[in-house]
T-cell receptor, first 112, second 112 residues
Framework: GNSVTQMEGPVTLSEEAFLTINCTYT??????LFWYVQYPGEGLQLLLK?????DKGSNKGFEATYRKETTSFHLEKGSVQVSDSAVYFC???????????FGEGTQLTVNP | DTAVSQTPKYLVTQMGNDKSIKCEQN?????MYWYKQDSKKFLKIMFS???????INETVPNRFSPKSPDKAHLNLHINSLELGDSAVYFC???????????FGPGTRLLVL
């Protein structure tokens, strides 16, 4: 079956530090890949997505590149802010279906 | 301009009670979903409807019954609530079964 594995958290960084949250996946076929973000007490928001190999998704300074050869979709940001503190979820969806499979989530805390 | 909305936002109730959570989307989407987020933040799909027809029904106790009166609404009724039902329940929608999913703010259910 499909699965998504995220780096274990929590992750604590200082403001303006570089962020990487690792995500690898197992899937049949060619899934679409997503990063969702959940701010404290809120619902999930779509952060970025990529639908085919070598696509790069980007939004709000965050980027992730769909790497088929390493089955990865790592999330990066060059300079984090306190307001980026949230839980980040990597997810995949097979092109043939609608079911989203989520990773465990990674809690990010950014200190001033 | 709320895209996917849920009511109530918080629900505290006693074991054995029956409760409903409502979800509405104003995006004109055909497909809607219910996800459960447990205390460890893990997200898992419960149900999905496409054009008011059930298309995903995960291994969920039959105390949980989704109902879709029209394409814009997907409600979740839970009978005989148990302590283990305490979680955050998220509704989501997508243009069709292949589209990107957009989530509501969540309903925080606490069963005492």
């Amino acid at each position: 079956g499909n699965s998504v594995t995220q780096m274990e958290g929590p992750v604590t960084l200082s403001e303006e530090a570089f962020l990487t949250i690792n995500c690898t996946y197992t899937a049949t076929g060619y899934p679409s890949l997503f990063w969702y973000v959940q701010y404290p007490g809120e619902g999930l928001q779509l952060l970025l997505k990529a639908t085919k190999a070598d696509d790069k998704g980007s939004n709000k300074g965050f980027e992730a590149t769909y790497r088929k050869e390493t089955t990865s979709f790592h999330l990066e940001k060059g300079s984090v802010q306190v307001s980026d503190s949230a839980v980040y979820f990597c997810a995949l969806k097979e092109t043939s279906g609608s079911r989203l499979t989520f990773g465990e989530g990674t809690q990010l805390t950014v200190n001033p | 301009d709320t895209a996917v909305s849920q009511t109530p936002k918080y629900l505290v109730t006693q074991m054995g009670n029956d409760k409903s959570i409502k979800c509405e989307q104003n995006l004109g989407h055909d497909t809607m979903y219910w996800y459960k987020q447990d205390s460890k933040k893990f997200l898992k799909i419960m149900f999905s409807y496409n054009n008011k027809e059930l298309i995903i029904n995960e291994t969920v106790p039959n105390r949980f019954s989704p109902k879709s009166p029209d394409k814009a609404h997907l409600n979740l009724h839970i009978n005989s609530l148990e302590l283990g039902d305490s979680a955050v329940y998220f509704c989501a929608s997508s243009q069709d079964i292949f589209g990107t999913q957009y989530f509501g703010p969540g309903t925080r259910l606490l069963v005492l």
